[in-house]
């Protein structure tokens, strides 16, 4: 029997993640949190093995407002809802005084030096590829400029998530020919399906299956379709800390027998979530962090299982 595979993926982004509904005066705090927490992460992968993959928005890569500005694209996306223009966004921002929530070198440094952490994209501007308005070829513009400035970095690019899981299956033939070689992609049930309207069904499902078992999540590495770039399915969101314990050990407790699951069966299980998540309750998250990765090293030393980034599991398919 094949060995079961975790695989842990995280959308770092700051602001470029939410500042389309959250007010950033308001979010100093937990943006500070989430500063704090993400060396503290590091460390917890390093030191029980873990690997990851950490989808960075490539605008974090930039040093300051003047190089943000030179890196600002000519084919920048027309959205219809101008709500989720970055540009727009960082313009009215450069002068906050807030620059280390919109840029932040020295961290994709300290990820890209620690042991199988690998820089990942999670495209320039926290592209939106979903929305009206926007086309491929502000897609491949985008993609471009997150290539050149991760290579500044000596990084080469090999994996992508799509910002807020727009997954786009049109625009992954434009991903393969900038060298992108796996995406992750949503669970195949119907809740998850990014294509079809976003209901209140589909909330409430999304929500419930978090706590209460709606089926099996991993899968056989044999299952995915061996094309470039390899869509790898997530298994389960990490859910932010909530207030109330009983909900926070019930979602603990789905991710811990999901993982046991996986190891015994030898199948993938896909774990994601935001860095940001974790300024809620920066305390309470690394505990569950140090959980699951708990969980995962009684797996790996009962049933084999391996740790692996979205790349490296890739090149296993492959």
């Not at 910002?163 to 299956?169: A, I, L, S």
Request: hydrophobic fraction near 35%; proline fraction near 4%; charged fraction near 20%.
């Amino acid at each position: 029997m094949k060995n079961g595979t975790l695989v842990i993926s995280l959308d770092f982004e700051l602001i470029w993640g939410i500042f389309d509904h959250a007010d950033i005066l308001n979010k100093k705090q937990y943006f500070d949190n989430t500063l704090n927490v993400i060396p503290e992460i590091i460390e917890c992968f390093d030191k029980n093995e873990v690997r990851a993959t950490w989808a960075t928005v490539g605008m974090l890569f930039n040093d300051n407002w003047e190089e943000w500005v030179a890196n600002s694209p000519n084919n920048k996306p027309t959205y219809q809802n101008e709500k989720l223009d970055a540009y727009a966004y960082g313009a009215m921002h450069r002068k906050s005084g807030l620059d280390r929530f919109f840029f932040a070198p020295n961290l994709i440094k300290e990820i890209q030096q620690a042991k199988g952490q690998e820089v990942g994209t999670h495209t320039y501007s926290h592209y939106y590829c979903l929305e009206s308005g926007q086309n491929e070829e502000q897609f491949a513009s985008d993609i471009d400029i997150a290539i050149k400035l991760a290579s500044k970095f000596n990084i080469n690019l090999k994996s992508l998530v799509f910002p807020r899981n727009q997954f786009n299956e049109s625009y992954l033939a434009c991903c393969a020919q900038k060298g992108l070689s796996s995406v992750r992609s949503n669970p195949n049930v119907w809740y998850w399906n990014t294509m079809a309207p976003q209901t209140i069904a589909t909330k409430v499902f999304r929500t419930a299956d978090a706590y209460f078992p709606l089926g099996t999540k991993s899968y056989g590495a044999d299952s995915l379709i061996k094309n470039i770039p390899l869509c790898q399915p997530s298994s389960r969101f990490l859910r932010p800390q909530h207030t109330i314990e009983l909900i926070n050990s019930l979602r603990l407790n789905r991710i811990k027998n999901e993982i046991i699951q996986a190891a015994q069966k030898g199948e993938v299980y896909h774990l994601w979530w935001h860095p940001h998540n974790f300024g809620i309750d920066p305390e309470g998250a690394i505990k569950t962090l140090k959980a699951i990765i708990e969980v995962y090293t009684y797996c790996k030393d009962n049933f084999g299982m391996e740790s692996k980034t979205m790349q490296e599991l890739q090149l296993d398919v492959s």
